[in-house]
């Protein structure tokens, strides 16, 4: 039997917060391990649990699911994070997408995307709620930087070999396949390699694999 997916679930407003237990709690292949009410619990509970998920608000007390994020990616840990938002400007989706965030969904329409956000990150795909899909239309016509002529020599040819993949649009899960190994594992691969590039988000390792791919 396939074990369940782990999730905390994480926002100050306590009807909203009951809103999306509720909706999780209806799906059988979810097991909500956690519930957070500030960033700062949101961000221990994660460090104890390592859940697969984390379904955050974006803009809580004490920390910030930004600064949460921020802390999952500096500690090097592999739980996905999802966005719960009210706002829909550039600047703040655009930093979710560099911190490597997998899901931004709309408030206003939450309880019906929650748990389509949470299969399609786990299949190593971004959700962006369609009320907020702009956001990432903005952001994918932004210019590409200058292309790189060669890698780093920190790249081990391990590493060489995904960047490949993820230039050919594969999925985390698609590259576990290939690998024989985790999906969790692909995760930690990618942000080593992020590490060493000195870049940060799913979105921005992609646009270097594209950049590289004839040199890979």
Same mark, same amino acid.
């Given at each position: ?91 703040? #989706? ?84 290939? #690998? ?27 646009? #270097? ?8």
């Amino acid at each position: 039997m396939e074990s369940k997916v782990t999730v905390l679930i994480a926002d100050d407003h306590p009807l909203f917060l009951a809103g999306i237990r509720r909706t999780l709690e209806e799906v059988p292949t979810l097991q909500l391990v956690a519930e957070a009410s500030d960033g700062e619990s949101a961000l221990r509970v994660i460090e104890a649990e390592k859940p697969a998920l984390a379904v955050m608000d974006i803009r809580m007390p004490r920390l910030s699911g930004l600064q949460v994020a921020q802390e999952l990616h500096r500690r090097n840990l592999a739980t996905d994070v999802i966005f719960l938002t009210m706002y829909d400007d550039e600047e703040t #989706f655009n930093a979710a997408m560099d911190l490597g965030v997998m899901g931004y969904v709309s408030k206003e329409s939450a309880v019906n995307d929650v748990v389509a956000a949470i299969e399609t990150v786990r299949g190593g795909r971004h959700f962006i709620s369609p009320l907020l899909m702009d956001l990432m239309v903005a952001r994918r016509s932004q210019p590409l930087p200058p292309l790189r002529q060669t890698l780093p020599n920190g790249i081990s040819p391990t590493e060489r070999k995904i960047l490949k993949l993820i230039a050919d649009s594969k999925t985390s899960k698609e590259i576990a396949e290939a #690998f024989s190994i985790s999906q969790r594992t692909v995760e930690n691969h990618r942000a080593h390699i992020s590490s060493k590039l000195g870049i940060h988000g799913s979105y921005s390792l992609l646009k #270097f694999a594209l950049e590289n791919k004839a040199h890979l």
